[in-house]
């Protein structure tokens, strides 16, 4: 349904998970895809997998949270395949993340998240923005949370403060923007499968409205319409992806 031959989209953080599962979404549907990861066997992997496919895919390691790494990556891929039409901003769980009380915490345990979540958006727009605007063209999504949007007892407030900074953030970028052709929308994500065994996740989805947990493939979904023409009017906004989890 939603045709993205000809355009070149990068997703974050896309060597396991949701991301990898957007990249592979993208691919189907016809974009080139630049797989970024920290770790490059990770986005090797997604490389690969698109290829089997029969879709068209590179691998772009670098860290999101490093700029002038953002820059450089964001430049080849230019090179390689063309720049930037779409970004998802996919990275956002730094590794060991941990679940701790706020008052158990430090100035040290909060700078992972914010730097993934709230700076990793901000590189990675800051990076492709000018040529999307140039190009009249252009689509930002953002993978946020739940956790980004309604208050939570589970030890995640540093996560959500990245989270709910990249919202907000993202809200100001699509109205700098909306005059440009280019979208800036957000997924606030509710809880995603990843673990094989559907037992070790029973009770999780038990939890869930609909009665499971989301797919990556679930995410990609909504990043096709996203992504696609036919989202053209839709900027700005935060949509809740959750099963009916949280609902607006
Ligand atoms: N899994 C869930 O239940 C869930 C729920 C809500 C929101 N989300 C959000 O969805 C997104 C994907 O989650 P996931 O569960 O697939 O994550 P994941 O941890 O399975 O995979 C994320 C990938 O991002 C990479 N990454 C981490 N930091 C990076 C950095 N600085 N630069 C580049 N790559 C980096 C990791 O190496 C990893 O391969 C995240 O933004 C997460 O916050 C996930």
Not at 116 to 143: F, Q
Not at 189 to 200: E, F, R
Not at 221 to 238: D, H, K, N, P
């Amino acid at each position: 349904m939603f045709d993205l031959s000809g355009r070149i989209a990068l997703v974050t953080g896309a060597g396991q998970g949701v991301g990898a599962g957007v990249a592979r979404g993208l691919a189907s549907r016809g974009a080139a895809v630049a797989v970024n990861d920290l770790h490059e066997d990770r986005a090797k992997a997604t490389v690969d997998a698109i290829g089997a496919a029969g879709g068209q895919a590179m691998a772009a390691a670098f860290d999101v949270g490093d700029f002038e790494a953002v820059v450089a990556g964001v430049r080849r891929v230019a090179g390689a395949l063309r720049p930037v039409d779409v970004l998802v901003n996919n990275a956002g769980i730094p590794a060991g993340m941990g679940i701790k009380a706020f008052r158990d915490t430090t100035p040290e345990d909060w700078r992972p998240y914010v730097d993934v979540n709230l700076y990793g958006v901000m590189n990675c727009c800051r990076a492709v923005i000018d040529g999307m605007c140039e190009r009249s063209w252009g689509r930002v999504i953002t993978i946020s949370s739940g956790a980004g949007t309604v208050g939570l007892s589970l030890g995640v407030s540093p996560y959500a403060a990245g989270k709910g900074g990249a919202i907000s953030f993202m809200r100001h970028l699509a109205l700098e923007c909306a005059r440009y052709g280019v979208t800036a929308n957000t997924i606030a994500l509710g809880l995603i499968n990843n673990q094989s065994d559907p037992q070790a996740t029973a009770h999780l989805a038990r939890s869930i409205p609909v009665g499971r947990l989301g797919e990556p493939e679930d995410v990609a979904a909504l990043v096709l319409y996203l992504a696609s023409e036919a989202a053209s009017w839709m900027t700005g906004q935060t949509l809740q992806l959750n099963g009916g989890n949280v609902t607006t």
